[in-house]
């Protein structure tokens, strides 16, 4: 178990992690919010992230700036967000493993999700767009209003590594 106070606030948070041989495989019912992911990013990079909730569609996730040379214990207490919160093709990713080198490598208790009031996706047909927020809530947009916002579709590893690109 690692204490970390987090840089927004002095209230510490309890993050229970394992190595990242310990599960090479999470099956998809298993996932759960506040869980905390290592990936490869490239060929001497690792990334993290962390599950902020649980969609019909996949898990929404926040991804972080930190990077590694090996996989680790990363502090969250040094990490912000490098990216809006993404939707996980977490079947693909950490289930069946089908791309990339997706791997649950620890779990934080009593998490709480910050700053995901606005958070939303869209989809559907012209004229029949909606939004859906990070936790499955959906209501009727315009077309207009629906462009401004993210496709409400899971991501897979590819999709997510070069939406980290894009950022910076």
């Known amino acids: 178990m690692l204490n ?5 606030s002095g209230e510490q948070i309890k993050i229970k992690f394992h190595d990242w ?3 090479p495989r999470t099956v998809l019912r298993s996932i759960k919010v506040g869980d905390i992911f290592c ?3 490239d060929v001497d990079r690792y990334g993290y992230g962390r599950i902020i909730s649980r ?6 996730a926040e991804i972080f700036d930190c990077f590694t040379d090996v996989p680790c214990q990363p502090d969250l207490s040094r990490c912000k967000r490098s990216i809006p919160p993404v939707i996980l093709d977490s079947y693909s990713l950490f289930d069946r493993k089908r791309v990339g080198d997706w791997r649950i490598i620890g779990h934080q208790q009593d998490f709480k999700p910050e700053d995901v009031e606005n ?3 869209s989809y559907g047909a012209e004229s029949m767009k909606r939004r859906v927020d990070i ?3 959906e209501e009727r947009i315009s077309d207009a209003e629906a462009q401004k916002y993210p496709a409400y579709t899971p991501r897979g590893d590819e999709a997510v590594k070069k939406l980290i690109r894009q950022s910076g």
């Open 119 to 121: 958070i939303y996706y």
């Open 135 to 137: 936790w499955g809530q």
């Open 39 to 41: 990936f490869k990013f």
């Open 21 to 23: 041989e310990k599960k």
């Open 55 to 60: 969609i019909d569609i996949g898990d929404c």
């Open 4 to 8: 970390i106070a987090p840089h927004d």
